[in-house]
C-alpha cells in the first residue's frame, strides 16, 4: 500500500515508512507466538497462549486475518481508486490499485465461503499482471533516463560554466538538422484552438489541456526571462510542479527538452537583434554571458556565424 500511495503522488515521509513494517512485524511476531501457543504448540508452549486476552481458534483466527486484510488492503485501496479517479492519474496507476483491491476482495470471499482457492487464482493471476507492469515501469525508467541524459547535455549546451571544462565529458551534441529560421521557430511551439503543432509528437498518447496548459505557463516564463539565467527548478516553482514531472510533460507535449527550447527561442531572438546590434550586445541580451560560446551556439543551429548571418542580412 506504501508503493500505490507513492504511485498516486501522495507525499509519504520517512515515519509513514518505518511504523507500518515496525507495527507490521511486531504484531505479526505476537500473533504466530500467542495462536501457536493456543493451538498447535509447535514453536511455543501454550503459556504464550496467555500473551493476549483472547482465546485463538480456527474462527478467531479466520475473522482476524479477514478484519486485517480489510483494514489495511481492502479500505486503503478504495480510498486510493477515488482518490485517482479525482486527480486522473496514470492508466497503470488505476489498474494496481483495482488489482489490489481484488486480491483483498477474493481472500476474504474465500474465507467466508470456503473458497479457498478463489484466493490463490486470482493471487497468481495477479503476480503475472503485476510482472508485466513491472517490465513496463524498468523500459520507461530507461527512456527517462535517455531524455534525463539529454536535458543534461542540453544543461552544458546552454550553461557551459555547470561543469569545469575539465571535467566536462559530453560530446556529440544533437543539433537541429537545418538552420533555424524565423518560421522555424514559430512551428517550434503553436496552439490553435487547444491543438499543439510543430514539435508535438503525433502518437496515441495525446497530451491532455491540462498539461499543454502547464507548458504553456512554462513557456511564459522561459520568454520573460529568456535574457537571464533559468534554472529548471525556478520554471518548476513557477508552475507549481516537481522537477520531474514537468521535464516530462514538456517533453511530451513540445517534443523537444526544456534546454533545447530556450536554446532555440534565445537564438530566434537572437536572429532578430543581430539585424541592429553587434555580436556581443546581442549575446548578452539573450542571456548568453559569452560571446564566443554564443557565436559556438549560433553556427551549430544556424549554420552561420553571428558574424556570416549579419552581412547575410544586409
Known amino acids: 500500500m506504501i508503493a500505490n500511495k507513492m504511485r498516486c503522488g501522495l507525499t509519504l515521509k520517512t515515519f509513514s515508512f518505518v511504523v507500518p513494517y515496525i507495527l ?3 504484531g505479526a511476531s505476537v500473533f504466530v507466538m500467542v495462536r501457536d501457543g493456543c493451538t498447535y504448540q ?16 480456527e474462527a ?7 478484519i486485517t486484510t480489510a483494514v489495511l488492503l481492502v479500505f486503503p485501496s478504495v480510498y486510493l481508486i477515488y482518490y485517482h479517479l479525482r486527480h486522473n492519474l496514470q492508466a497503470n496507476t488505476l489498474m494496481i490499485l483495482l488489482s489490489t483491491l481484488v486480491l483483498g476482495g477474493s481472500y476474504i470471499i474465500g474465507e467466508v465461503f470456503d473458497l479457498y482457492w478463489l484466493f490463490y487464482a486470482v493471487a497468481f493471476l495477479l503476480s503475472v499482471f503485476w510482472l508485466s507492469l513491472g517490465y513496463e515501469d524498468i523500459q520507461s525508467v530507461k527512456k527517462q533516463a535517455e531524455e534525463l541524459k539529454q536535458e543534461l547535455n542540453d544543461i552544458l549546451l546552454v550553461n557551459p560554466k555547470v561543469i569545469p571544462t575539465q ?8 543539433s537541429l538538422e537545418t538552420p533555424l529560421q524565423d518560421e522555424d521557430f514559430e512551428q517550434l511551439y503553436h496552439t490553435n484552438t487547444g491543438d499543439t503543432v510543430g514539435l508535438t509528437k503525433a502518437d496515441s498518447n495525446q497530451p491532455t489541456i491540462k498539461n499543454r496548459e502547464l507548458v504553456d505557463k512554462a513557456i511564459s516564463y522561459i520568454k520573460a526571462n529568456f535574457n537571464k539565467e533559468i534554472e529548471l527548478a525556478a520554471i518548476a516553482h513557477y508552475t507549481k510542479v516537481s522537477d520531474s514531472y514537468l521535464i516530462r510533460t514538456f517533453k511530451k507535449v513540445t517534443g523537444k527538452t526544456i534546454n533545447q527550447y530556450i536554446t532555440c527561442y534565445r537564438l530566434q531572438r537572437a536572429q532578430q537583434l543581430l539585424k541592429n546590434h553587434s555580436v556581443v550586445e546581442t549575446s548578452h541580451a539573450v542571456g548568453f554571458k559569452n560571446a564566443s560560446y554564443f557565436s559556438t551556439v549560433f553556427k551549430k543551429h544556424t549554420g552561420l556565424s553571428p558574424l556570416h548571418y549579419q552581412q547575410k542580412l544586409h
Open 42 to 57: 509447535i514453536l511455543f508452549p501454550i503459556e504464550y497462549g496467555s500473551l493476549l486476552p483472547l482465546m485463538f481458534t
Open 24 to 26: 507490521g512485524i511486531s
Open 60 to 66: 478467531t483466527y479466520s475473522d482476524m486475518l479477514m
Open 167 to 174: 571535467d566536462r565529458r559530453v560530446a556529440n551534441h544533437q
